[in-house]
């Protein structure tokens, strides 16, 4: 590719992710079949367990069988999305199970043939247009169920794989993101990964592409838009794309242990374990994923709509510091965790430390300072960078503080 078309490529890309590097927050939901084995508490083994033992698919057929909402609610679940402050939903159109939620053509393997008679995709990305938020599909080219797979790979690839992106790409109007997952078992040359993002840029210019597009291809492919975190395992360790080499990047996680629906999982995190998960994860330059998982019957568990209608309450008096932001311009801070925006610096803290907040290194002068939350103004000395703070901070999660400077924050 020469310069010119390199230099236009950018620029299309650009403008693809200029919504998502706004939005910073957003709903991630795995449903399907495998909430049914979830619910069931006496299922013979765990869903992941058909990755090493394919024989086990015979008896996760039933949960296929039996999965037949009946209390599903799109509007309901891009509510929930709203009440947390999210901007974008994501959801599973097809997991490594290999059951489609939405009507292909390519397998009666999916719920507009099987009992549910209802396209879940086609009902969400109309949901999600109406409350005005962007919508993600995300597609699994692993497939437990689909016997081509495992006996002929090329052909699944181009029948069944090829075949679904298109389907997705041209059955649902603009779709904002394509998610792939379940790539880590072949390169990205078996699943024809530059024709496949090639197909959705010419099916859907503005879509966004992840980068889970084969094997060893996550967080260094130049195919995708942006880069993926999972799981706090990963999110906690720094990577080289969000400072040395900056790439936009997305964390995505569970509220409990499960992707899925599971009535074994009650290990919920709290409501300020997750606010300040964002936190960090917007502060280093990242989006976070948030995910839920609906029970058999379509409805978002109790205690998860608590936690995000919690996260909610914090966004609605400091969404500011999150939205539309750039992560620290600081190599570390002494105490918080910073957000940037324009002149401004969102100082987020856990806790009152002990002394005054210290921004070394910044060469701008100080003009206001005070808390988002209440709007209350703070002491600060622009000569040796510190704002006082009360004996008190407005809020137990986090409270965000916001130092106003003369002009974008420079830092040395």
């Known amino acids: 590719m020469d ?3 390199v230099r236009m490529e950018k620029e299309a890309q650009a403008k693809r992710l200029a ?5 910073k927050f957003g709903l991630f939901v795995h449903w399907g079949p495998f909430a049914a084995q979830g619910a069931d508490p006496n299922a013979e083994f765990d869903y992941f367990k058909m990755k ?11 949960y296929g069988d039996q999965f037949n909402p009946k209390k599903f609610d799109a509007a309901k679940w891009m509510d929930a999305a709203k009440s947390a402050g999210m901007k974008y939903v994501v959801f599973t159109s097809k997991h490594h199970d290999g059951y489609c939620l939405f009507d292909s053509a390519l397998t009666d393997y999916d719920s507009m043939d099987r009992a549910p008679k209802r396209d879940y995709v086609k009902d969400l990305a109309a949901a999600a247009r109406a409350a005005d938020l962007k919508f993600g599909i995300y597609y699994s080219t692993l497939d437990w169920h689909d016997p081509v797979y495992g006996a002929d790979l090329p052909k699944f690839v181009e029948q069944n794989m090829f075949g679904q992106v298109r389907e997705l790409c041209t059955k ?7 998610w792939f997952d379940g790539e880590w078992d072949h390169p990205a040359a078996t699943w024809r990964a530059p024709e496949l993002a090639q197909m ?3 099916l859907q210019p503005t879509a966004l592409i992840n980068d889970r597009l084969g094997k060893g291809e996550r967080g260094v492919t130049p195919l995708a838009d942006f880069y993926t975190r999972e799981q706090p395992v990963e999110m906690k ?14 964390a995505c996680m569970t509220i409990g242990d499960s992707w899925q629906y599971s009535v074994k999982d009650t290990a919920f995190k709290s409501t300020q374990d997750l606010i300040r998960t964002l936190v960090d994860t917007v502060s280093r330059g990242g989006n976070l994923l948030l995910n839920v998982g609906p029970t058999p019957d379509g409805e978002i568990p109790e205690p998860l709509l608590e936690r995000l209608r919690g996260i909610g309450a914090w966004m609605a008096k400091n969404g500011e510091s999150i939205y539309g932001v750039k992560g620290s311009p600081f190599a570390s801070l002494p105490v918080g965790k910073c957000t940037t925006k324009g002149n401004k610096l969102f100082i987020h803290l856990e806790k009152r430390p002990d002394a005054p907040v210290r921004l070394p290194g910044l060469q701008n002068t100080i003009q206001k300072a005070y808390f988002l939350e209440n709007g209350a103004a703070l002491t600060f000395d622009t ?20 130092v106003e400077l003369d002009t974008a924050p420079v830092v040395q």
Not at 172 to 178: K, S
Not at 383 to 401: C, G, I, Y
Request: proline residues 10%; aromatic residues 12%.
């Open 3 to 5: 310069g010119f078309h």
């Open 19 to 23: 919504w998502f590097t706004e939005a």
């Open 52 to 62: 090493e033992e394919p024989s086990l698919e015979k008896k996760y057929a039933k």
């Open 172 to 178: 649902y109007g603009p779709i904002d993101c394509l």
């Open 200 to 202: 959705i840029h010419d």
């Open 237 to 250: 360790v720094t990577m080289p794309f969000e400072r040395q080499k900056p790439y936009v990047w997305e």
């Open 383 to 402: 000569e040796a960078k510190t704002v006082t703070l009360p004996d008190k901070l407005p809020n137990d999660a986090v409270t965000a503080l916001v």
